[in-house]
Every structure is written in structure tokens, then in C-alpha cells.
């Protein structure tokens, strides 16, 4: 059997817009590699890669899949990712642990929103790239067009490497520029250059040497001096200059038609960097990979299976990992004990006996390790940088349907989470809701399926209650007595106020003036107690209070009827009515906002913000793109990752973070306290 390691691995990751045919793509190069006996399909739900329930329902990849497969005495460890852009974790993770990305195009669409969100992902981490034409044989599909486009969008290093021969129904096959060679239908056949299509072979054919020739010094003097370059020396550049990111080959076909496939496997051995000419991230350096090294290897992603339990998926780049073996987590600084090792290919696991530098692996039911976390030998540790994800932009109340659900919720919610780093879960305390955030809507939704699927919890997802706080705005003295005469002990508690307010921000203080024991001191804890309870829920609307300064200054008692619960009700009261006549105020969280746009939908955004009671602080171009700041109250942008969405196409992206609270307009705060005292008249 042979084996696979730094020298003959391909670790590479299908990246797109979603519905550009990476999933058609990736199961044409299993059957094509003879992974796989039959093509399955992503609308009838056989795709190797496609197998979640959730995207077999939905008809798109949720989540990353390996794909190994034997090509040329290498092996391709293909890694197929979700295009659409709630699911970017997936991308982020199946880019971290690949030396080359395939970035797939629709033949028919050209360059989409995902298509530039992931060329922009793969400048900022410097991966190597092949770009694949796809759906050649669709309605609309046209090569040269698709190729301007990607050249306007990406620049002029992005250069064929081969011309389709027909579109549409008329689709036949390729013509390779370095060969200068035809390769039509499957199974391929050489043929010879259609001669209609000589004159745009020789032009493209120029370019893409006269490319490849400026990469190498004696290369640029043979090409200007006239002399053939042989195609083993164009080849031998051509990878270079894929690896420095000079010249990004485009490639073309049909992955339904299985047209183009096999030499798009061709050029992934040929050009893509293989995992020895990559170092690795870590412990604030890098390190050279090696097998004989020391075990350093990074945990990419975690499932949670039904069946399995936890399902751990790593990529090893120094050293290897046997079966039935113990391996320590820097992370964690803890033992692990490893089990059964496993080859995925989609759902399918292969048991192995080992895993070595430069392959991907799977291992079950590890009990401390997570995604991110870094497994190495103990006497010599060492942490892999771990995959940067993006924070969370979308937020959404859980709430369990039944009884049963209220006590599997929480396991269930962290289980996800644990998963999923682009989804956290908080619980805010002021509104009393569990708080579940992600990527967006769609991201929600797969999350809420995945709970009742994996976990039997039924939920409901609903706007967040916005986390109003009441304060007041004028000082005051209130005085509350609470006297009760009911035969045997009466009951007797009289406590002064005097009320002041803070800054908006601060919390609440309680402070004690009393002289001469008109309280005792024994009951003044007592009244603290009241105030600081009855400061849970303000008089306008029933939210906290903040900044209020309440000081105890008099009172009476009664030597018999006092007693702590009387003077926790006074203290209490007296804070209530203290506050009415302070003239409160609601206060609502203002939220810094952060949009990048492109620059011709600016306006748009702008005018949108305005409508949203923002505050526009500033505005800085940033390559194509306009970075807009503003703030605005949380209660407007509630749905802001939907509103963007649909105004921009998905092409504006924005970050939200807490500021400050500041008072409610007056108009809006009727509002809101008219709606709490019809829900209060519901409920009663």
C-alpha cells in the first residue's frame, strides 16, 4: 500500500460563491480518482460530501468535507467547503490546514459576491490558487466572458491555461496551452486544435509564457532572445510562480459532464504546493515540517455525531499519530488518550493505523481537546498558531418549546457551540433570554434543526428583548412608612430617602446618614436590601435601574411591631416613589457599527443608517470599499445582517460591538412603556 506524506500529499480546499458546482465538482474528482463507483448528485441528495440531512433538505453544503482520494502516486486530500456566507467558520477552517485552494466559477454567472469574498480570503492568508471555470455545458456559459471578468475583478496574473472548446450544448472539451493539445469528451481523447479557435490559442498562449518566463531570470533572457522554451522548464516556473502568487492559472469544464476534471487533477500535482514546502505556524515563529520531528498537530473541527459521540478532525504537520495511543493537549495541558484513527471520505470513515506528517486524520471521543487546540508529544510541546474565526454578527433569543426542552437546552446549546466557534451563546441576565449568535439568519436556522436533530431539544428563535435600563435625571427625598395592625405584633417600618443621580454608567450606591438611631443599625442592612431589590425593576417600564444614589437619612421604628422583612418593604417603597417623582428616563444600549460597502452603494447605506436613528461619525475609503462608523441603538440594527444582506446583495460586511447607554427619545419611550403595560394587562 502506498504510503502518503510531506512528499506526496495535496492538501486542497474547494472554495466558491454558492452554486457555482464545487459539490458536482469534488464527486467528479472521486469517480475520476475511482473513489467512488458512481457519480451521485446534489439535487437527488447522493453526494459523497453533501451528506448532513440538513443540506440534502436544503440543496447547499453546511458544512466542510474531506474528500481523499489516489492521483499519479499522490494523494489528494480534496476538502469541500460551503459557499454561502453564514457558514464562512467552515471555509476559515478548511483554508487553515491546505497548502492550495481551488477558487470555482459558474461558467454562466461569472464572478459573484462569495467568488470575491474568498479571493480576498485566500490574499490575506497567501494561499496558492487555481481558478476552475465550471458549468460549461449550462445555458449562457461563456469562457471568454467569465475569464474578463475574473481578470477585471482579480487583475491580469490571472491567466488561462487552457480555452473551452464550445458552450452550452455545443461543449466539447479543452485545449491546453502548454501542451498546445485538444483533450474533448469523457472518456478524453486527444485531438487536434479546432481551427477556429487557432488564433485566440496563440494570443492566450503568448501571455500566459511571456507570464511564466518573467518568474525566472535565464527564462526571460531565452524568451526575449527568441529561443523555445521546453515545456518541462514552463511547467517547473509555472509552479513557482502559483506558489509566490505571480500567475493564477485558469482552468475550465464541466463537472456534471465530467469534462476537464481529470486535468484539473493534473494541474493540482503540477502546480499546487505540497505540504514539505510549507512551514508551519507556531509559538510565534515557524517551524519546518518534518516526519522524524516531534507530533504537532492542529484540530481543525469538532461534530457532534448521534452515533459516534464526538468526531475530532486534525491535520498532522510534524511527527504522526498512532492508533490506541496517548497524545498531550497544549491547549488544554492535558493527557489525551487517542483511539481508533480514521480516514473520512464524506460520512465514511476508514480505520488507519496511523496518520503521518502532512495528512488529515479523525479520531472519536476525545474528552478535552476542542477545535483550535494543538495535540504534540509532552516532553516536547508546541502550539500550532490556531484558525482566526470571525466574530459573530447576528443574534437570536432561544426558547424551548416544552418542559423536556428546558432541561436538554443548555447541553445542547454548548454542544453546538463547541462545534461551531462562529456561534456563541450568552445569557443575558437583564431580559432573563439565552442568547444565540451567529453568522446570520440561515446560520440560526441550521442550528435550531441541528438541535432537534442531534439532541431531541425543540426551540423557537425570536428577536432579542433589547436590555433597556431606567435611571433618573433630577434628585428627590421620598419617605415611606409601612404600618400594620392585625391584633397580637403589628408590623412597623418608616425609612427617609433622599435620591441622586450618578452617570449614566455607573451602578447603583447605597449610603447611610441616619443620626441618633432613629433606625437601628440592625435594620439598616434591611433597607439596603429593600432598595437594591426594588432597583430590579424601575417604574416606567419594569427594567433595572442604574446610576441612582439612594442615602438612608431618617426613619422611626417601633420597639415591638419592627422588624428586618418591615423595613425591607419600606425601603424598598420609598425607592419606588423616590423615583417617580425624579423624573426617570429610559437608557438604551448604543452600539458602535463598522460597515465596509462598496463604494457605489454608499449612499444607500448611508440613507438607510439615518432612517435607523444613527450617527454617522465618519467615512474612509479602504481599497474598493468605503468603511462607514456610526452609532446606532441596538434596538434598530436588531436585523442588521438581514437588511445589509438584502440592500447590498451580500456584498457590504459590518462588525457591532457595545458603546454606551444613552437616553431613549421621548416619543420612543412612550412607545415602549405603553407595549409593557399591555403585556402587563395580558398577563393579568
Not at 515563529?285 to 473541527?301: D, I, R, T, Y
Request: with cysteine; charged share 25%; net charge negative.
Amino acid at each position: 500500500m502506498q504510503k502518503y506524506g510531506l512528499e506526496n500529499i495535496h492538501n486542497t480546499v474547494l472554495m466558491s460563491h454558492g452554486g457555482a458546482g464545487k459539490t458536482s465538482l469534488s464527486e467528479a474528482v472521486l469517480f475520476t480518482a475511482g473513489a467512488v463507483s458512481r457519480l451521485g448528485k446534489v439535487d437527488d441528495g447522493s453526494s459523497t460530501s453533501d451528506y448532513d440531512p440538513d443540506e440534502i433538505k436544503r440543496k447547499i453544503s453546511i458544512n466542510l468535507s474531506l474528500l481523499p482520494c489516489p492521483w499519479r502516486e499522490t494523494k489528494i486530500n480534496l476538502i469541500d467547503t460551503p459557499g454561502y456566507a453564514d457558514f464562512v467558520g467552515e471555509v476559515k477552517a478548511g483554508m487553515r490546514v491546505s497548502e492550495g485552494a481551488i477558487i470555482v466559477v459558474c461558467a454562466a454567472s461569472g464572478v459573484e459576491v462569495g467568488t470575491e469574498q474568498v479571493w480576498r480570503y485566500c490574499e490575506e492568508a497567501s494561499v496558492p490558487r487555481l481558478i476552475f471555470v465550471n458549468k460549461m455545458d449550462r445555458e449562457n456559459a461563456d469562457f471568454f466572458r467569465t475569464v474578463g471578468d475574473i481578470q477585471t475583478k482579480f487583475g491580469s496574473k490571472c491567466l488561462p491555461l487552457q480555452l473551452a472548446v464550445g458552450a452550452h450544448t455545443s461543449f466539447e472539451g479543452v485545449v491546453d496551452l502548454l501542451a498546445m493539445k485538444a483533450y474533448t469528451g469523457a472518456p478524453v481523447k486527444e485531438a487536434e486544435i479546432p481551427s477556429a479557435l487557432q488564433a485566440q490559442v496563440d494570443s492566450f498562449r503568448e501571455k500566459l509564457v511571456e507570464a511564466i518566463a518573467e518568474v525566472d531570470d535565464a527564462l526571460i533572457e531565452k524568451y526575449l532572445g527568441g529561443e523555445e522554451i521546453t515545456p518541462e522548464e514552463l511547467t517547473t516556473t509555472l509552479r513557482q510562480a502559483v506558489a509566490s502568487g505571480s500567475v493564477v492559472p485558469i482552468l475550465t469544464g464541466s463537472a456534471l459532464q465530467n469534462v476537464g476534471v481529470n486535468r484539473l487533477m493534473d494541474a493540482i500535482c503540477d502546480y499546487l504546493p505540497l505540504p514539505k514546502e510549507q512551514k508551519v505556524a507556531a509559538g510565534g515563529g515557524s517551524v519546518e515540517p518534518g516526519e522524524g520531528a516531534p507530533l504537532s498537530a492542529l484540530v481543525f473541527k469538532t461534530s457532534a455525531d448521534p452515533y459516534v459521540g464526538k468526531l475530532t478532525y486534525f491535520r498532522v504537520y510534524n511527527g504522526f499519530i498512532d492508533s490506541n495511543s496517548h497524545v498531550w493537549n497544549a491547549n488544554q495541558n492535558a493527557m489525551e488518550r487517542i483511539g481508533q484513527l480514521f480516514m473520512m471520505r464524506g460520512k465514511t470513515q476508514e480505520p488507519v493505523p496511523q496518520v503521518r506528517a502532512g495528512d488529515i486524520g479523525a479520531v472519536a471521543k476525545l474528552n478535552v481537546t476542542g477545535t483550535g487546540d494543538t495535540l504534540c508529544s509532552q516532553d516536547k510541546p508546541t502550539k500550532i498558531t490556531p484558525i482566526t474565526f470571525p466574530d459573530p454578527t447576528f443574534s437570536e433569543a432561544v426558547y424551548p418549546k416544552t418542559k423536556i426542552d428546558v432541561d436538554k437546552m443548555g447541553t445542547a446549546l454548548s454542544r453546538l457551540a463547541e462545534e461551531d466557534p462562529t456561534l456563541r451563546v450568552r445569557r443575558e441576565l437583564s431580559t432573563a433570554e439565552t442568547i444565540l449568535s451567529g453568522m446570520g439568519d440561515t446560520h440560526l436556522d441550521v442550528a435550531a434543526e441541528k438541535m432537534q436533530r442531534k439532541f431531541g431539544v425543540n426551540v423557537e428563535l425570536a428577536i432579542p428583548k433589547v436590555p433597556y435600563r431606567e435611571t433618573i435625571t433630577i434628585p428627590s427625598k421620598a419617605e415611606y412608612k409601612h404600618k400594620k395592625q392585625s391584633g397580637g405584633h403589628g408590623q412597623y417600618g418608616h425609612v427617609l430617602l433622599e435620591l441622586e443621580p450618578l452617570s449614566k454608567d455607573s451602578d447603583n450606591e447605597f449610603t447611610n446618614r441616619v443620626v441618633g438611631g432613629s433606625v437601628p443599625k440592625n435594620y439598616i442592612p434591611a433597607v439596603e436590601k429593600g432598595v437594591v431589590e426594588a432597583a430590579q425593576e424601575g417604574v416606567l417600564a419594569g427594567y433595572p435601574v442604574v446610576g441612582v444614589k439612594a442615602t438612608l437619612y431618617d426613619g422611626s421604628f417601633h420597639p415591638v411591631d419592627s422588624s428586618e422583612i418591615c423595613f425591607k418593604i419600606a425601603g424598598a417603597q420609598a425607592l419606588k416613589k423616590g423615583m417617580s417623582d425624579s423624573q426617570p428616563i429610559l437608557l438604551e444600549p448604543i452600539m458602535n457599527l463598522k460597515v465596509s460597502v462598496p463604494g457605489d452603494l454608499t449612499g444607500d447605506i448611508i440613507g438607510d443608517l439615518n432612517t435607523k436613528r444613527a450617527r454617522v461619525l465618519g467615512m474612509n475609503p479602504e481599497g474598493d470599499s468605503n468603511i462607514i462608523e456610526a452609532q446606532v441603538p441596538l434596538a434598530e440594527v436588531q436585523r442588521y445582517a438581514i437588511d445589509l444582506k438584502s440592500m447590498t446583495q451580500g456584498r457590504a460586511v459590518y462588525s457591532m460591538e457595545f458603546d454606551h447607554y444613552e437616553e431613549v427619545p421621548a416619543q420612543v419611550t412612550q412607545r415602549i412603556v405603553a407595549q409593557k403595560q399591555s403585556e402587563k394587562a395580558g398577563k393579568g
